[in-house]
């Protein structure tokens, strides 16, 4: 990334407000939205009259929050799928924060066939060529007479066949994105050894010996896919709301490129959506009959997160896979 990502960062959540409101902007009033175990999260209510959706961390994990921006954005760029506005992200040192501001979702009654329409929506998120992805791009929204946000990045940047142009996080543990021409050397080397890692301290000798087993042999289970796509990374149902449009918006991404079968497992891993979604994402782009075989490795990595996150509870599921594989 170049010098010009600096730029995100607002110096207070005033000058982020102001950027995009008005220099006469004030918070009329602050309510704590629940969920999430992360980040503390807001609605505020603006002397416009507006709404907004704030994320406050402490200063130390603003990269949390510029990440977060830059996966949003990307996801944004193909407007094959909602995705928050970004309003403004940096640190305000008088109240010790870190902050993501985004526009607040006003949720509507969902349209009719909504599984349907995210079904197809991701499927088309997945077929965009992700090949040149700008960062960020300020400009006016013909929607609104607000100015630009603090985000004045224009530079475009490639990115790799599969990876990301930075790391970013899962949870709250970092993420590797290391660009790879190879979907199973990047899933090997930048998904479940780094969490294999981790996790070691829980392993007995026997598990050690399967995963590194796993990690040897993964071209014997894996596919390179036809084409890479452009990923959410944690998409489980909290991370998906329905928008003021009454269509299914995304939120709290992970993204990288990869494989989309990866997006769909983990929409599988804590429940399943329902089945009308799977088959409208199948008449866009159709999932292969191996996919059945290779989710539960792709379910991996997310539960040696959650291992590594949460304690021994995911251990045994860990356990399961890695003896089914190895």
């Known amino acids: 990334m170049t010098n010009e990502t600096a730029r995100l960062s607002c110096q207070s959540l005033k000058e982020a407000l102001h950027a995009v409101f008005g220099d006469h902007t004030e918070i009329l009033e602050s309510n704590r939205v629940p969920g999430g175990d992360i980040n503390h999260a807001f609605r505020l209510r603006l002397s416009t009259g507006e709404k907004v959706f704030l994320k406050t961390n402490s200063i130390a994990n603003a990269k949390f929050f510029i990440t977060e921006a830059h996966g949003l954005a990307a996801l944004g760029q193909p407007e094959a799928i909602g995705v ?43 077929k965009a060529a992700p090949g040149h992805v700008e960062k960020l791009r300020t400009r006016e929204d013909t929607q609104r007479t607000h100015r630009p946000s603090c985000f004045f990045v224009t530079d475009g940047q490639p990115l790799p066949r599969y990876g990301f142009w930075e790391d970013n996080f899962i949870g709250a543990n970092p ?92 929409t599988q891993l804590f429940g399943s959506f329902p089945s009308a979604f799977y088959s409208a994402y199948h008449e866009v782009n159709p999932i292969h009959k191996g996919y059945d075989q290779r989710k539960e490795l792709y379910h991996l990595y997310h539960l040696l997160n959650h291992l590594n996150l949460f304690g021994r509870m995911y251990l045994g599921s860990v356990a399961e896979i890695l003896n089914r594989y190895a």
Request: proline letters at 5%; charged letters at 25%.
């Open 175 to 266: 993420q590797k994105n290391l660009p790879s021409a190879s979907w199973i050397d990047f899933y090997r080397e930048s998904r479940l050894m780094p969490q294999i890692k981790m996790a070691e301290h829980y392993f007995d000798s026997g598990m050690r010996k399967k995963a590194g087993y796993l990690l040897e042999h993964l071209d014997c289970y894996l596919r390179e896919p036809d084409f890479p796509s452009l990923l959410h990374g944690d998409l489980w149902s909290g991370n998906v709301l329905c928008g003021n449009d009454g269509k299914a918006w995304i939120l709290d991404p992970a993204v990288y490129i990869g494989d989309f079968e990866t997006d769909l497992a983990m």
């Open 84 to 126: 928050p506005k970004i309003l403004g992200a940096g640190t305000d040192s008088q109240k010790g924060i870190s902050f993501l501001l985004l526009e607040y979702m006003e949720s509507a009654p969902s349209v009719k066939n909504y599984w349907e329409v995210f079904g197809h929506e991701l499927a088309a998120l997945h």
